[in-house]
């Protein structure tokens, strides 16, 4: 079979749009695939500061990658969750396509900020469920804190046909009116952005293995519990039957999203770390039981 765009054998075969490709070929077409979500969606615009948080896996590491190759700015944050030896491959990687893509890198190591490393915290709450809400509440604040305007993660077409599809199992309207590419920013909460949301997980690792991106492919050690994991497998059976459907449904999504109306909460300022809260104390601040803010200057 031949590449739908030259002459070269196709190496892959992509089922929706259908077309065979070739390596360079199949590159092009996720790169282009990255560039048209940001133009459609303004994504990125001139003058913003951004900055690309990475974990070590496939996603974020070949979202730097290509924004790199697009001609974007930008620096990285890794977030060390003190994991054991899982979070130093993570950091490992996420150093290399740094150091190899010349742009500057900052490590923040949740053990030496918070005395504790994820799953080290004696809780009833669910492992990822705290460690989800650290994660955002560090690359926010470390954004805030930094003068970066936007920060961009690497969730994909499958985290996020996956999320929208079990929130609007359990109608959580709140969540939906905030989910799509684009999050702008509102008062200290700085405007999030998810360049690879028409990507598949398969077509990432497979442009992490044609461009030799290490990245870690072992899974966290909690991973197991996370209930997305069975959303997505429903949805790659739907899939596979019908080819385009978790694209298809995404778009509907974002075409019809206005019709679930975010709650307005008053919000005010942590009394501990000032940053937008519901109650006296953030949710962050509550957890890990703070009694002075973290300062990322
Ligand atoms: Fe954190 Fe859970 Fe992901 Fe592990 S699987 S990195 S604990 S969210
Ligand atoms: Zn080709
Ligand atoms: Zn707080």
Not at 67 to 93: A, Q, R, V
Not at 164 to 179: A, T
Not at 214 to 235: D, M, N, P, Q
Request: with cysteine; aromatic share 12%; net charge positive.
């Amino acid at each position: 079979m031949k590449c739908k765009f030259c002459n070269k054998e196709a190496e892959v075969t992509i089922r929706y749009p259908r077309m065979h490709l070739c390596e360079n070929h199949f590159k092009e077409y996720c790169e282009n695939r990255v560039k048209n979500v940001i133009d459609k969606h303004r994504l990125i615009e001139k003058d913003e500061k951004l900055l690309v948080a990475v974990s070590g896996g496939k996603d974020s590491l070949v979202l730097a990658y290509i924004l790199n190759k697009l001609g974007y700015e930008f620096e990285g944050l890794h977030i060390d969750l003190g994991i054991e030896d899982y979070s130093e491959m993570c950091k490992k990687s996420s150093k290399k396509i740094f150091s190899e893509i010349g742009l500057p890198l900052h490590i923040v190591k949740i053990k030496k900020l918070l005395g504790r490393g994820i799953g080290e915290v004696k809780t009833r709450r669910p492992v990822c469920s705290y460690c989800g809400l650290t994660k955002r509440y560090i690359m926010n604040k470390f954004a805030y804190d930094n003068g970066f305007t936007t920060v961009a993660t690497g969730h994909n077409l499958d985290d996020e046909s996956a999320f929208v599809f079990s929130n609007i199992l359990h109608w959580n309207i709140d969540y939906l009116s905030k989910q799509g590419p684009l999050l702008e920013a509102e008062d200290k909460f700085v405007k999030k952005i998810k360049p690879l949301y028409e990507l598949r997980d398969k077509e990432i690792s497979l442009y992490a293995s044609f461009a030799k991106i290490e990245h870690v492919t072992k899974k966290c050690k909690y991973a197991r519990g996370a209930t997305s994991i069975k959303y997505k497998k429903f949805l790659d059976i739907l899939e596979k039957d019908n080819p385009g459907i978790k694209l298809n449904f995404i778009r509907g999504f974002l075409r019809n999203r206005k019709i679930f109306k975010k709650k307005d909460f008053e919000l005010r300022e942590c009394e501990i770390c000032g940053m937008p809260s519901q109650g006296k104390k953030c949710a962050f601040c509550r957890f890990w039981r703070l009694k002075e803010p973290l300062m990322f200057q």
